[in-house]
Each structure stands twice: as structure tokens, then as C-alpha cells.
């Protein structure tokens, strides 16, 4: 199946910085990209959709101007979280759409302190 | 919301056949299934899909009724490393439910 990377795995930052999470679509390339969040114990959540080229698309009640997304190719787009909070540690996914498949990249946990 | 509901956890037997229902009554023509797994901390694991044919891979086997309405992942011999929480998805936008999380024991 097709791989999607995630970079990087884990990071532990300070409250008040912004980190940077990227998506790579290792062998293919994806018009569409997702990103999801996932709290302990929780399912995943989607939080937008990423449109190369294009603005992303957030759900209700994701802050856009906190959660930072930006999809200049075809085989990345990468998330900002803005002023890092520690309610923002969460688990972090993404995934990319081939045709009708989806594959997810292996997350990156996100610890803020 | 979710379009998909599962029950929440079920338990299997080693070897034995896991079967995972899953409800999409509100499935529209054109939408796939999907069913997903997801371990710990890990990001989810893509496993079957299908239209309205029973699908089989490597993997597992893919139900779906004649309405469309339900479907069922099995699972032919679950082995312990399946252990894991399954997601049902109806492909249009992935909006992840609460999946069902299945328990393999010795």
C-alpha cells in the first residue's frame, strides 16, 4: 500500500511556541490531505481538510488561525499549532487520498509544557 | 457526527473468527465502506473496503448487506496481535465514530 510519513514523531515543546507537523506522501501524490487529532482514550477527530493549492477547509470549532495548514505540493502539507498551549498536546494524524483510499501517516504526539 | 455506529467493545478466542458489525443506515449511493484499525498510539491501519460486493484480501473479509445498510468485518482466525480498536467508516469525508474495540484473548 501507498506510505504516508509524519515528521516528526513525538515533540515536547514550551507553552507559547509553535511547532510544525508535516505530511509526506512518500510514492504517490495527494490533492487532498487530512488532519486529525486524537486525545487519549478518544477517537479521531477531524480538524480540516487540506486542498493543494487551495485554503483548507476546518470543522466547526477548530480554530484556523491557531491550526496553521498549508498544502504547496502535491506530497506535503504541514500543520502549525500557533502559541502552544497545554491543552493542545494531543496525538496528531494525518492521511492522504489516492483515488478511493485514504492512508494515514503514523502520528505525531504532541507534548506542550 | 459520526454516520456509523458499532458496538463498543467485543471480546474473541485465538483462532477463532472475529466478525465486527457495524450500522450505516444513512449510506448514500455512491459511498464506500471502510473499515480501519487503529493500535496504541499508532496511526490507523488501513484493512478492506467495498462498495455493495463482499470483498476478501490478505487480511479480511468484507460483508455488506443487500441495502446497504450494515456490513461486517470478519476476521477468519484473530490472532492476539489483532487486538486493537476497529473503525467503520462511510467514505466521503472520514468522520471517525467510537469504533469497537476488540479484545483477543489465549
Known amino acids: 500500500g501507498a506510505v504516508v510519513s509524519q515528521h516528526p514523531s513525538w515533540v515536547i515543546c514550551k507553552s507559547g511556541t509553535s511547532v510544525k507537523i508535516e505530511c509526506r506522501s512518500l510514492d504517490f501524490q495527494a490533492t487532498t490531505m487530512f488532519w486529525y487529532r486524537q486525545f487519549p482514550k478518544q477517537s479521531l477527530m477531524l480538524m480540516a481538510t487540506?486542498?493543494?493549492?487551495?485554503?483548507?477547509?476546518?470543522e466547526q470549532g477548530v480554530e484556523k488561525d491557531k491550526f496553521l495548514i498549508n498544502h504547496a505540493s502535491l506530497t506535503l502539507s504541514t500543520l502549525t499549532v500557533t502559541s502552544a498551549h497545554p491543552e493542545d498536546s494531543s496525538f496528531y494524524i494525518c492521511?492522504?487520498?489516492?483515488?478511493?483510499?485514504?492512508?494515514f501517516g503514523p502520528g505525531t504526539r504532541l507534548t506542550v509544557l | 457526527d459520526a454516520k456509523t455506529t458499532q458496538p463498543p467493545s467485543m471480546d474473541c478466542a485465538e483462532g477463532r473468527a472475529a466478525n465486527l458489525p457495524c450500522n450505516h443506515s444513512?449510506?448514500?449511493?455512491?459511498?464506500?465502506v471502510y473499515w480501519y484499525r487503529q493500535i496504541h498510539s499508532q496511526g490507523p491501519q488501513y484493512i478492506i473496503h467495498g462498495l455493495k460486493n463482499n470483498e476478501t484480501n490478505e487480511m479480511a473479509s468484507l460483508i455488506i448487506t443487500e441495502d446497504r445498510k450494515s456490513s461486517t468485518l470478519i476476521l477468519p482466525h484473530a490472532t492476539l496481535r489483532d487486538t486493537a480498536v476497529y473503525y467503520c467508516i462511510t467514505f466521503g469525508k472520514l468522520i471517525f465514530g467510537t469504533g469497537t474495540r476488540l479484545q483477543v484473548f489465549p
Open positions: 444513512t449510506i448514500s449511493g455512491n459511498e464506500y
Open positions: 487540506s486542498n493543494e493549492g487551495s485554503k483548507a477547509t476546518y
Open positions: 492521511s492522504a487520498s489516492r483515488g478511493s483510499e485514504q492512508f
